[in-house]
């Protein structure tokens, strides 16, 4: 469209030499609405879509007793039992110098969550360690619960339903070279866990056959 044009400065009219006010085109962008129709994911048909939000797990483990008394002597701070704040299931405080699980979860969510919480306790202690070499919570929360599906893997635990969901939210943003630095500190973690939980009488890693592991929906 045609207008006047104006002093920079000043912002009054500029004027050719006879007198008539200077014209110039501008272009102007309209934003315009179209109207659409929507429908609720509940009014749809056909295959479930997937999610990849943690969903808290439910199942029996045998022996469960045992490994979670294997996995409370392996902690670095004492383990208890008490409520945590908002939906988490559990956490490692490095000031209390202890790690609380929520009551009522299963006994698979249970061992789970402890060997995440463990993997805190034994790898994220901020002692020592210059603000700038340490690790930003999206890093620590991966290595974790990488740790945590490695190791329940490894016991016949089928973790993924949680577990994929939950490194897929805490590493996204990231680089595949930062995550593939923390490659060998999992893998060495998991294995010192998984040793640590050694059936000593039978002198071998027993299996913990799942009664059911289907997921809280």
Request: charge should be negative; include cysteine.
């Given at each position: ?152 893997q490894h016991f016949g635990i089928d ?10 939210g805490w590493s996204n943003g990231k ?43």
């Amino acid at each position: 469209m045609w207008q006047e044009v104006k002093d920079p400065k000043t912002g009054a009219t500029i004027y050719n030499k006879d007198g008539s006010p200077k014209m110039e085109t501008r272009v102007i962008t309209i934003t315009r609405f179209k109207i659409a129709t929507v429908f609720d994911v509940s009014q749809t048909e056909g295959r479930e879509l997937p999610s990849i939000g943690a969903t808290r797990l439910t199942g029996e483990v045998d022996n469960f007793q045992y490994y979670y008394d294997k996995l409370v002597e392996l902690s670095p701070v004492a383990v208890t039992v008490d409520q945590v704040p908002r939906q988490a299931n559990g956490y490692y405080s490095h000031s209390e110098q202890r790690i609380v699980l929520r009551p009522g979860l299963s006994e698979i969510q249970t061992i789970k969550t402890l060997v995440h919480e463990i993997s805190h306790a034994l790898l994220h202690d901020p002692n020592g360690v210059p603000p700038e070499k340490r690790k930003d919570r999206n890093e620590k929360e991966v290595e974790a619960e990488s740790i945590a599906y490695v190791v329940c893997q490894h016991f016949g635990i089928d973790t993924s339903e949680y577990s994929f969901g939950y490194v897929a939210g805490w590493s996204n943003g990231k680089e595949l070279s930062e995550l593939k630095d923390s490659l060998d500190l999992i893998h060495r973690t998991a294995g010192e866990i998984i040793n640590a939980l050694d059936d000593p009488e039978k002198g071998r890693q027993q299996e913990l056959p799942i009664k059911s592991q289907q997921p809280t929906r």
